[in-house]
């Protein structure tokens, strides 16, 4: 089952220069995969209620060029068919004046929240979902993630995390953590970013009131932004490139 959802423009989510913001590109895949979610009757809120949890463990975005302003865009998203019990794919284009200009996967998995354990996805989701036999990026298996030595870092910033920064999930939200590697890009490389494409991968939740520290590497011509807690443990690890 395909789902379009048209975008609605709003005029915060462009830069000066009218190209489309990366954050507010995973907002509108958001809006339309919750947009799926209710189409089949698959109740988040609910869901949370009753214990359990749909959880981003990545997001795997291909950018052909950015999507501007003066475009007519809209959304498109798909599940694919499930090949492994603990994780679901969903797939996701920006399609700017009819043509694909931005490409993604993202992960998902179902966790008991009481437990904080991944629970198996039964053929009940196929049902409601109807998968199809596509891809929006081929991808045998995730890329590796890129291991940064601590003396490779040449940016830090100490971050602090808000109220309104945690979602209904009581953690910190996934799109949020973009936010927060900005922080730590140098200035040079954020203002006029045309990145071909980055990954999001979520380590651990960030809970209210944590301490948090973004460290920037550029390694492998990748420009890698690390969110570690005050322990030193990696929460969040996203690569621009």
């Known amino acids: 089952m395909y789902i379009e959802v048209p975008y609605q423009r709003r005029y915060e989510d462009f ?3 009218g190209k489309m913001r990366l ?15 209710d189409t089949v009757g698959d109740n988040i809120l609910v869901d949370t209620k009753e214990g359990k949890a749909w959880i981003m463990t990545d997001w795997f975005v291909e950018i052909d060029s950015f999507p501007k302003v ?3 865009i809209k959304i498109r998203t ?9 994780f679901s794919n969903r797939h996701f284009e920006v399609i700017a004046d009819e043509k694909v200009c931005v490409r993604c996967i993202g992960r998902y998995v179902i966790v008991d929240l009481a437990t904080g354990r991944p629970q198996k996805i039964g053929p009940e989701f196929a049902d409601q979902y109807k998968p199809e036999e596509e891809y929006a990026i081929q991808m045998q298996k ?10 490779a870092f040449t940016n830090e910033v100490a971050l602090t995390v808000r ?8 953690h910190v939200h996934n799109l ?7 922080e730590a890009l140098p200035h040079e490389v954020y ?6 494409g980055f990954r999001v991968t979520y380590k651990q939740a960030v809970k209210p009131h944590e301490e948090l520290v973004c460290k920037y590497a550029c390694v492998e011509g990748k420009h890698v932004c690390c969110i570690f807690d005050k322990a030193g443990e990696l929460k969040t690890q996203i690569e621009f490139y």
């Open 15 to 17: 830069r000066k220069d």
């Open 23 to 37: 954050g507010a590109i995973l907002k509108a895949f958001e809006v339309a995969g919750s947009r799926h979610c």
């Open 70 to 72: 003066n475009q007519e």
């Open 78 to 86: 798909w599940v694919e068919p499930i090949t492994q019990i603990l």
């Open 142 to 151: 995730p890329p590796r993630l890129i291991s940064v030595a601590p003396e």
């Open 163 to 170: 109220r309104s920064d945690i979602d209904y999930n009581d």
């Open 176 to 182: 949020t953590y973009l936010d927060y590697a900005f």
């Open 191 to 196: 203002k006029n970013y045309d990145f071909k």
